[in-house]
Every structure is written in structure tokens, then in C-alpha cells.
RNA sequence: UGCCCGAUUGUGUAAUGGUAGCACAAACGACUCUGACUCGUUUUGUCUAGGUUCGACUCCUAGUCGGGCAGCCA
């Protein structure tokens, strides 16, 4: 993806404030940490969407608002569910949505490299650096440097997890995950304690070697952390640590038949990084009590981290929800993960979003604890405000109506001037032919038209774009009925340079030649849902939006022949449009549109 | 009926004891060779009830409403 158009032509806006960026100032103004380290940290089982997109400006604009370091880290601990697909398709996305913004603050590490035995504070502790920040962003990934992975913290949460043993903090407990699920009560009843609760440190310590062994079968025994059964947090009831199951892992190998779970995992995997804010969303409030527990536990030399959570992104008329996201692309509602309907990163990119729209849209809706749904519309100007400064004008037709101007030759050309970009006062022009057959959007023509229409009717006027004023003298129909032609004359006094250029019309038509103008597929997307809240719906397929994608032949000035992928369009009067990632080609161009233009006239 | 989080105009968000502001949306108007853009004008708001205070969106108390939590998911 190219040009951050944003970036060059708007001076930088201000730096947003919200309650976390507030309480990250305290800690940078009474010097609690000595740089501040931030992390995204997608489980890498499924493709990043609209949401994640605000988490990771909000992580990422931390750390560049504040000098710091924001780390991409898989939080990869459930084998079962994790793929190296998604783990691509995540670190593409994540570079694409952060380039020329905060790339200059992406954490990798060295490939490969696991945390290293260090001495903080006068004692022993494992650390895990990004690479020097000397190396260059854009050459990030490098051969020598990579994402971070939870998975590579394997062995230094096995050894906290003795550590905690010893501590007589942890115990291995035979309970089944269905007795499990007894003894741990009810919000509001009091759990049980595990029969294996008080076993002793060495029989503990025996046990979760043999699991780690293999000794044991998925889900015969588990680690659990001993705190409070009667907890009237329902996460401090003895939450599981680790789990037994025989399953390979997509980065880790086949090494481990253990897995650690998410709440003793991600504290430990924050404080390895170094990380000094752990933002999550709202859901995760409750865990932040064992966050703590566990690092506390543990007795670290160095300073903790600490979470702080804010509102999920949930928009009008979309689904953010990685589960519902892959059943639309398991159903084959959608082609894909990346199909331009869907509201993944993939997909709004294919479908002609910049990065820098998505980073304008996602810091302007704030960041709260209030659980919101934020309207479409703000996201839809985000992106018209991002495209019109910059996309080039073109003449298209996308349903197009045969016109012939009765009074040119069917062998003259009439060259007309077309401006590129009005946004632009240096634009540049470019030639487009005026031929005897043109043709215009059949939307532009009404044989009975309502009232206050501006566009042509039988016996009206209209003004053919950056040409000249034609008259609709007859309408020719076939034998059914049916609009096959429409004869007018063309009024060429009207045109650029000519005597009455400034004659005033009310409706102007884009429109193009019809011998000159070549053929191309466009494909119109349109909401994915039909009601504001898919996702609230029992049923959200029942809701998806049949027409949200109509596929149609347009016919273009022969100008957008050369487009290449990374150019924006504004097909005058309809939207923006651009090249077709995957299906685009040489000889055969596929354009999406990105979004329509604003209609004010359609509303009524 | 346990614990936790929240509530400012249609939507989202700001105001951190001192003028309730901004953006989007909506309506009207101006401009217009894009019914776009741009510009102008306008409408609608502090969940309720008490309290503290010279003064409360902000602090306190009680309530109402909404959301989250009982995966060997994250």
C-alpha cells in the first residue's frame, strides 16, 4: 500500500487523551518505569479486524506518544485452536495498519530467542528484549528478527510454576473438569475446596513433573493455583494454571504436552517483555485480580506490570467477533477472510481502505469504559474524508444507457479537458472523447421523472460533464416497452471556451464514449447486515444483507486502462473506487468500490 | 440473588469542584460543470432522588437502568 497521504498534507493532530494515556502520564511523570512498554497480543486463531485495529493504535500510540516500545506477541498457549495462517496473516496486518505511523516503535525480538537468565536488582530473573531499537523499522521482520510468542516462555513458566509450588501457592489437583466445575460454586455460592487442595509440596512438585512427562492423559490432572475456594470473585476460586494436552504446537514443536493458561500466562509473558501497561478490554476486568495474584506470587525482582481495560470497538451494522467472522467465511457467506464486505483488517485493505483512515477512525471514537456501538456513518466519513483529497477523477458507467447525439458525425472525436482532482488547485487534466454514442448512468435518465429531479428527461437539458449541454429530443423503446436509446442534440456552444460555457443547468451527468470507452468488472458492496446490531441478533445469519454484493460490467474512460493497485479513484458521482487485489489483472481489470459517494438526493 | 464495570443531545466523546464543548448524524440555506466537497445557520443532553458546597457532569448516600463474570478458550 502506498502514499500516507495524511500524514504530508495535514500538520500532526493532537495527541488524543483518554483515561489510560492519563494514567500512563503519572507514571511517566513520577518516573515508575524507565521507558514504557506496551504489547498487542492476538491468540493467532483467526484474522485481525476493525477492533483489534483500535486496540493496536491504542497500544501502539502509547508507546509512540511516550518514546516507548510496543510489542507484537502471539498469546499462543491453546494449541489446539492456533494456525500458522493466522500468525502471517496477523504480523502482515499489523505492519500494514502501523506503517509510517509507529513502525519506528514495533518490538520484535531475534529470531528464535527465548528469555535469558539475567541479575535484576542483585537477583536472578529471566528477561526477553526486543532487538536493539537501532534496527530499522521497515527492515522488520528481518532473517534475524521476529514476533514474540507466549510459546517461547514455555520453560520459564514451567520454572514459576515450580517456583509457586514451592511456595506451597500451586498444587496438582485430579479433580475431572466436570467435578471441577462443581467445586468451584456459583457467582453466588461458595466453592469447594479440591480434595487434592493440601498435598504436599513434594508430592506437588512429583505430579507436575509427570504431567509435563507425559505420564498422564488430556484433562486426568492440572496445575491450580491455591487461593481462595470462597473468592466472591469467581476467578480466585484455585483458577487452573496448566493443562494436559497431547497436541503438537504451531511454534513450539511437540515438546510440551502442558499448556498454560491465559491468566498465569500473560501476566508472566508481560513482565518477561518488560512490559510496563497491559491494556485489555472490559472483559478481562475481573481477571485483573489474579494478574496480580500471580505476579505477586512470585516474588520479581523487577517492577510489575499492570492491566488496565477499555471498551470493546463495536460498530453499527457489523460483526466483531472472531467466531462469528469465521463461521461467515466457513458458510461461504463471504469469499474470505480478506472479502472486501468483511471487517477485517484484510478485507477493509482489499477493498480500498488506508491504513490511515482505519488509524483516524479508531482514535476518534476515544477510548472509554463505556460499552458503545459507534454509527457506521463516522467510519464511512472517515474513509470519504481520507479518499477525497486524494483520488483521481474518472468517468464511469456502471449501468449504462445508450444516448446518441444526433447533431455529431459518427466518425468525430471532440476532445474535452477533464480535471484530475478539484480538491487539488494544481491539478493536472487529461483528454476524454465526445462521441456521436455516449452513454450515461440509466439512474440519470426518468421518462416520468419525480419531482425536483435534476437529472435528463424527455424535452430536458442536462450538462454531459466537463463537455457540453445536451437536449433529450426522443425516447426509443423496443417492442416491450423498454428504453433502448435516447437522441438528443448536443449544444457544443456550451462547451469549455465556447460562447455560452456559463449557460446554467441544473443536473450534470458523468458519462462516457460509447466506442471509446472500454469494459471493466466492478463489483458494489453494501452493509454485510441489515440491522444495526448483528450481533445481538439469536441468529446473526438470518440478518445478512442479500444484496450486499452486486457484481456489474461498467464501461470506463479508456484512462483507467494502465490503473495499478495501489492508485484511488473517484468514479465522478458514484464513490471510490480501486483495483481488486486478487482478482485484478492485465487486460482484465476488476474494480471494488470502496464507498459511495454521500447522496443527499438518494435519502429523499 | 454474589462480585465487578458503567451511565453526558440520535450516536460517539470532552469538561478532573467554576461558561456543558467537539465530531458524526439530522434539518435548512449558500456555493457548485460531482445532488460530492466547502461554507453558514439550527435542533436535541449531564439516569433518578437526596446530601455536601458560594458553586456539582464532577464529591457523598440510596436507588434505577445497562453490561461483564461460574472454559482444562483468549
Request: hydrophobic residues 35%; proline residues 7%; contains cysteine.
Amino acid at each position: 500500500m502506498s502514499a500516507e497521504h495524511s500524514e504530508s498534507s495535514a500538520a500532526a493532530p493532537p495527541a488524543p487523551t483518554d483515561f489510560i494515556r492519563d494514567l500512563v502520564a503519572q507514571d511517566v511523570a513520577t518516573q515508575r518505569y524507565a521507558k514504557i512498554i506496551t504489547r498487542f497480543p492476538p491468540e493467532p486463531n483467526g484474522y485481525l479486524h476493525i477492533g483489534h485495529a483500535k486496540s493496536i493504535c491504542l497500544n501502539f500510540g502509547i508507546a509512540r506518544e511516550n518514546n516507548g516500545q510496543c510489542n507484537l506477541r502471539f498469546d499462543d498457549t491453546n494449541p489446539a485452536k492456533e494456525e500458522v495462517e493466522y500468525v502471517d496473516s496477523i504480523a502482515t496486518d499489523v505492519r500494514w495498519l502501523i506503517a509510517g505511523w509507529a513502525d519506528h516503535c514495533l518490538g520484535f525480538k531475534p529470531k528464535g530467542a527465548h528469555p535469558v537468565a539475567v541479575t535484576s536488582n542483585g537477583r536472578p530473573d529471566f528477561h526477553r528484549a526486543a532487538v536493539p531499537p537501532s534496527t530499522p523499522s521497515d527492515q522488520l521482520p528481518t532473517a534475524s528478527a521476529e514476533p514474540f510468542f507466549a510459546s517461547d516462555y514455555f520453560d520459564q513458566l514451567y520454572e514459576y510454576a515450580l517456583t509457586l509450588i514451592r511456595k506451597g501457592k500451586a498444587y496438582v489437583c485430579d479433580l475431572s473438569p466436570a467435578d471441577t466445575d462443581k467445586y468451584r460454586g456459583a457467582p453466588d455460592q461458595p466453592g469447594r475446596d479440591s480434595p487434592f487442595r493440601n498435598r504436599t509440596v513434594a508430592e506437588n512438585l512429583d505430579l507436575f513433573q509427570r504431567m509435563k512427562a507425559g505420564e498422564f492423559p488430556n484433562a486426568a490432572r492440572s496445575l491450580r493455583a491455591k487461593i481462595n475456594m470462597t473468592a466472591p470473585n469467581l476467578w480466585l476460586r484455585d483458577p487452573l494454571l496448566y493443562r494436559i494436552r497431547h497436541v503438537p504446537h504451531h511454534h513450539a514443536g511437540d515438546k510440551w504436552c502442558i499448556y498454560p493458561l491465559y491468566d498465569y500466562a500473560h501476566c508472566l509473558s508481560d513482565y518477561l517483555e518488560g512490559i510496563t501497561h497491559s491494556i485489555c478490554t472490559l472483559e478481562f476486568v475481573d481477571h485483573r485480580a489474579l494478574y496480580d495474584w500471580v505476579l505477586e506470587s512470585l516474588d520479581l525482582p523487577r517492577a510489575l506490570p499492570h492491566q488496565y481495560e477499555f471498551a470493546k470497538l463495536h460498530i453499527g451494522y457489523t460483526i466483531v467477533s472472531k467466531r462469528k467472522l469465521l463461521q461467515l467465511v466457513t458458510e461461504k457467506v463471504v469469499s474470505g477472510w480478506d472479502d472486501p464486505r468483511m471487517p477485517t483488517l484484510s478485507g477493509l485493505r482489499r477493498r480500498g481502505i488506508s491504513a490511515s483512515a482505519l488509524r483516524t477512525f479508531v482514535t476518534s471514537v476515544g477510548v472509554t469504559k463505556f460499552d458503545s456501538v459507534t454509527e457506521v456513518a463516522v467510519f464511512e466519513n472517515a474513509v470519504r474524508n481520507d479518499l477525497n483529497p486524494v483520488a483521481q477523477r474518472r468517468l464511469a458507467v456502471l449501468k449504462p444507457i445508450k444516448l446518441i447525439l444526433t447533431n455529431i458525425a459518427a466518425d468525430e472525436t471532440i476532445e474535452c479537458d477533464a480535471t484530475n482532482n478539484p480538491q487539488d488547485e494544481n491539478s493536472t487534466t487529461r483528454k476524454v472523447a465526445l462521441t456521436r454514442e455516449v452513454l450515461i448512468e440509466s439512474d440519470d435518465f426518468a421518462e416520468v421523472p419525480p419531482p425536483k429531479y435534476f437529472r435528463l428527461k424527455p424535452g430536458g437539458e442536462v450538462r454531459l460533464k466537463y463537455a457540453c449541454i445536451i437536449r433529450c429530443d426522443e425516447v426509443v423503446k423496443d417492442a416491450s416497452g423498454r428504453v433502448t436509446e435516447l437522441r438528443c442534440t448536443a449544444d457544443l456552444t456550451t462547451r469549455a471556451g465556447g460562447p455560452n460555457v456559463d449557460r446554467k443547468v441544473k443536473g450534470t451527468v458523468h458519462w462516457v464514449s460509447a466506442t471509446q470507452s472500454i469494459a471493466a468488472e466492478v463489483r458494489l458492496y453494501d452493509r454485510l447486515f441489515n440491522v444495526a446490531e448483528p450481533g445481538a441478533e439469536e441468529d446473526f445469519l438470518k440478518v445478512v444483507n442479500p444484496h450486499s454484493l452486486e457484481v456489474v460490467t461498467a464501461r470506463l474512460e479508456p484512462y483507467l486502462a494502465p490503473a495499478k493497485l495501489e492508485d484511488r479513484f473517484q468514479f465522478e458521482r458514484l464513490g471510490y473506487f480501486s483495483l481488486d487485489a486478487k482478482d485484478s489483472a492485465p487486460g482484465r481489470l476488476v474494480f471494488n468500490r470502496t464507498i459511495t459517494l454521500k447522496d443527499t438526493w438518494a435519502k429523499k
